[in-house]
T-cell receptor, first 108, second 112 residues
């Protein structure tokens, strides 16, 4: 099956800093999503982005499907951005396969 | 309005018991899923249902049985619970398997 690798596994930021999270995948996909799991365990949809670039406030994402990677940018980080960020990809009719996540801690 | 809802949110039970977790979605989606998140936060697909038919069943023990009375509901029944079943179980749904996936809030199962 498809492999999903996320980097870095852990990240500590000072409030106000910017960061880039990366997701590499091993095959072509027709679905790619970024999720934020907050400290309460909720999985929050950030982006549905099988290709192209999207922005939502301080967050933006880019997927280069031909090169099999996606990037999530967080600008001016806040303590509320802390949690685990997951990339998940899907092919054909298969369910989304998740990466192991990037654990982000934003310190005031 | 909650889009994907699961009950119960917390479940503590003894080994050997049988338990069920219910899931409902009001998004009009045609495909529903159960994912398991272990203590290391790995999210792994367990089952998916499309129009009341099981379309993928990963290597999950047959003690786990999904049941879908209609396309808005997908329940998870677990027989003879074991310590290793302790995890957070997430229900999710989308429109077609390539559509945006939405998750419920999760059900934390603890087996003692």
């Amino acid at each position: 099956g498809i492999q999903v690798e996320q980097s870095p596994p852990d990240l500590i930021l000072q409030e106000g800093a910017n960061s880039t999270l990366r997701c590499n995948f091993s095959d072509s996909v027709n679905n790619l999503q970024w999720f934020h799991q907050n400290p309460w365990g909720q999985l929050i949809n950030l982006f549905y982005i099988p290709s192209g670039t999207k922005q939502n406030g301080r967050l933006s994402a880019t997927t280069v499907a031909t090169e099999r990677y996606s990037l999530l940018y967080i600008s001016s980080s806040q303590t509320t951005d802390s949690g685990v960020y997951f990339c998940a990809v899907g092919q054909g009719n298969t369910p989304l396969v998740f990466g192991k996540g990037t654990r982000l801690s934003v310190i005031a | 309005d909650t889009a994907v809802s699961q009950t119960p949110k917390y479940l503590v039970t003894q080994m050997g018991n049988d338990k069920s977790i219910k899931c409902e979605q009001n998004l009009g989606h045609d495909t529903m899923y159960w994912y398991k998140q272990d203590s290391k936060k790995f999210l792994k697909i367990m089952f998916s249902y499309n129009n009341k038919e099981l379309i993928i069943n990963e290597t999950v023990p047959n003690r786990f049985s999904p049941k879908s009375p209609d396309k808005a509901h997908l329940n998870l029944h677990i027989n003879s619970l074991e310590l290793g079943d302790s995890a957070v179980y997430f229900c999710a749904s989308n429109r077609g398997s390539a559509g945006e996936l939405f998750f419920g809030e999760g059900s934390r199962l603890t087996v003692l």
